[in-house]
């Protein structure tokens, strides 16, 4: 007996936003997947995000390793496509009003996950933007390859070391690019903790603020919890 196949499924967020009556391809985050239940194929994404809670991903600046909530290591560098990031100006997570860079990508595992950087690391990301700039390309464009490098600084008469974040990109698969292209336009892309409302912001790609667009959150919401 043939396998029944539901048309594909386009996200809540999506529908809001769509007003004309002609058929649309589906977004390229979409996958196929069989209910076991009922051994139907619906069309879902393949990225996991549930609105303002990525993954959180932590820079240690004094071991130079990045982790995962500040339990799971993963290395001294970090390699993803941005899907969605902001620069700005804020006081944050209790340390001050400083600038900040949050980029958004999503994992190996299709986790959408934050990692955020300040000082001289947010000094770096800007050393990429400027030659990805002259090359018409952005950060969703490129594979950023993140580098913990390694600091020293004397202090009164004492040496300590640091790490700073380094950055460098290659050119990413185009089909992979469009997929977050795609997901960071109908999905709304923001961490709660740490977003207050004041934040002076340089530069963003892909950023929804919460404040700005309720019904869109709700919607997403809702939509990643029936996923």
Not at 75 to 86: D, E, H, K, M
Not at 92 to 108: C, H, Q, V
């Amino acid at each position: 007996m043939a396998t029944a196949t539901k048309a594909p499924k386009i996200p809540a967020v999506q529908l809001l936003a769509t007003n004309t009556p002609t058929a649309e391809a589906a977004p390229a985050y979409l996958i196929d997947k069989v209910d076991e239940a009922t051994g139907e194929v619906q069309q879902v994404p393949r990225f996991r995000y549930l609105p303002g809670h990525p993954r959180q991903i932590r820079f240690d600046a004094k071991a130079g390793q990045f982790n995962i909530n500040g339990t799971t290591p993963l290395g001294p560098a970090l390699s993803f496509i941005p899907l969605a990031w902001r620069v700005f100006q804020d006081d944050i997570l209790n340390m001050g009003r400083k600038l900040w860079a949050e980029l958004f990508y999503a994992d190996d595992k299709g986790a959408i996950c934050a990692v955020l950087f300040h000082g001289y690391s947010v000094e770096n990301l800007y050393r990429l933007i400027e030659p990805l700039f002259y090359d018409d390309l952005t950060l969703a464009d490129v594979v950023v390859k993140v580098q913990a490098s390694k600091k020293e600084t004397t202090k009164d008469g004492k040496k300590a070391t640091y790490y700073i974040a380094e950055f460098s990109y290659e050119p990413a698969d185009p089909q992979e690019v469009q997929a977050r292209r795609e997901f960071a336009r109908d999905f709304p892309i923001w961490r709660e903790e740490t977003t207050t409302g004041t934040a002076d912001v340089r530069t963003s790609h892909g950023y929804t603020n919460p404040k700005s667009e309720p019904a869109q959150l709700e919607a997403a919401l809702t939509a990643a919890l029936a996923q």
